[in-house]
């Protein structure tokens, strides 16, 4: 009743009626059905039993997402087995092994089987392991997942979201390539899968199974999990808890991790076309249970558990991140200390702006320190300038003297040879004079 301003709200266990006149709030408890409820028989069909097929029709109308994260070596088999797994001809583009560092690329694309429509990513780690110095190989796959999660987050905190439509671009399942050394698993691929673990969902591969021999293989992939146990490496288990799959999630389980062989090539066995690798000795069927786990892995990733993987990085690993990142923001789940987000903004506008004042005054310092070093710099070279200047003002007074002092004596020396040249043309008129008269007497 929109003129009284009543609310009605009903929950499994209590039904009231809330008044809000004149700002007060009225609450009357019209029946209790219990903590649990109770189970009250029909008298006809009602309907709701159609609630499943609804979800299902509204599930295969918008679509699934699926992102896989494939980790291994440069030309370890990942588009290979990638093509054999959906049974598609997806890009494949050649890499060398000669990249600086690790990238990733990703590809989308749009699948359909039947009436399911299926959006897959191809997220591929190129350059992993090439590099002599394997230290950060794993940290640009942390911040993809990470920036994926991010997304996520944001478009969940936004006022206007639309979950059901956004692409969710989250790492579902990372498939990690294993080298088959046929001994243990590398260092490498050990801080690799540990820096993973709490991120998704990990499901460890030995690539190129066909150049183990069986026994080694089985040695090979006990190591393995040997050493993943002893390092609290945690991978993704196949969920026991539903009775229809339990057994065989449980028996897969235990054959972890799975040695398969990729290949794009339809082999012709006796007058069957497989596919496989043909050798000289034979040829490897990759879906023949007996060469491969091939078939075991195609089995548990996308007919059995796809959705439980899903299901599993929003309820585990996207919440460990989104619980991470509201702490940051000052959010918590604490009853005693309710916190309000407009209390949580201003604390951190409050913060940020200090942040700013400090930077600024920082900043400022530093200017004002800087002038003050450019100003005593500058007074230094104008000393310096001043008394090099007077140094050669000496310098030059000196030389002038000098010059002044040999000009003197030049002059000097001059007027002494002139006066020596008139006393000796005198003498030599006086003596031509002389002969002139003893001439004249004779």
């Known amino acids: 009743n929109a003129e009284y301003g009543q609310h009605y709200y009903i929950t499994n266990n209590l039904r009231m009626v809330v008044r809000s006149d004149n700002r007060s709030a009225h609450v009357k408890v019209l029946r209790s059905l219990g903590q649990d409820g109770r189970t009250l028989p029909l008298q006809g069909h009602v309907g709701f039993d159609s609630l499943p097929d609804q979800l ?3 599930c295969v109308n918008l679509g699934f997402d699926m992102n896989i994260l494939c980790v291994g070596e440069t030309g370890i088999g990942k588009s290979t ?5 959906f049974k598609a001809n997806f890009d494949d583009t050649v890499h060398s092994h000669k990249s600086p560092g690790v990238e ?10 039947g009436n399911v429509k299926l959006r897959l990513a191809i997220v591929d780690s190129v350059g992993y392991g090439d590099q002599i110095n394997k230290e950060n ?3 640009p796959l942390v911040d993809y997942i990470d920036e994926q999660f991010e997304n996520y987050l944001q478009e969940e905190l936004k006022i206007k979201r639309d979950l059901v439509t ?6 579902h399942v990372c498939l990690y390539f294993l080298v088959p050394t046929g ?7 050990l801080v690799t899968m540990k820096a993973l673990d709490k991120k998704c969902n990990i499901i460890p591969i030995i690539a190129k199974s066909d150049t183990v021999s069986k026994s080694e293989l089985d040695t090979f992939k006990a190591n393995i999990m040997e050493e993943l146990r002893a390092n609290d490496v945690e991978i993704y288990t196949f969920p026991t808890d539903d009775e229809t799959v339990a057994e065989v999630n449980k028996d897969m389980n235990e054959m972890m991790p799975f040695a398969v062989v990729g290949s794009r090539e339809d082999v012709k066995v006796g007058e069957t076309v497989v596919r496989g690798r043909e050798y000289p000795w034979g040829v490897v069927e990759i879906e023949n249970e007996l060469h491969c786990d091939f078939v075991k892995l195609r089995e548990m990733l996308i007919r059995t558990n796809m959705e439980d993987l899903r299901e599993v990085t929003h309820r585990k690993h996207y919440e460990l991140y989104r619980r991470g990142k509201l702490k940051q923001m000052g959010i918590t789940d604490d009853g005693a200390h309710p916190v309000s987000l407009q209390e949580t903004y201003e604390q951190k506008r409050a913060e940020h702006l200090d942040e700013l004042q400090r930077i600024e005054n920082e900043m400022r310092q530093n200017f004002v320190n800087k002038v003050r070093e450019k100003d005593l ?6 000393k310096e300038l001043a008394a090099k200047y007077e140094g050669l003002r000496k310098e030059n007074n000196e030389e002038k003297k000098r010059l002044d002092e040999e000009r003197r004596k030049l002059e000097d020396d001059l007027a002494a040879i002139k006066k020596k040249k008139e006393d000796l043309e005198r003498a030599n008129a006086e003596h031509a004079n002389g002969q002139n008269t003893k001439s004249k007497k004779k």
Do not use: P, T
């Open 104 to 113: 990733i690329s990703e590809h989308i694309y749009n699948l359909k089987e």
């Open 183 to 189: 001994h243990s698993i590398r260092s490498l691929d």
């Open 377 to 382: 710099e500058l007074k230094r070279n104008e």
């Open 166 to 171: 956004f692409h969710d671009s989250r790492i």
């Open 56 to 58: 299902v029709n509204k």
């Open 137 to 139: 190989s794993f940290k």
């Open 81 to 85: 087995l990638m093509d054999c797994l």
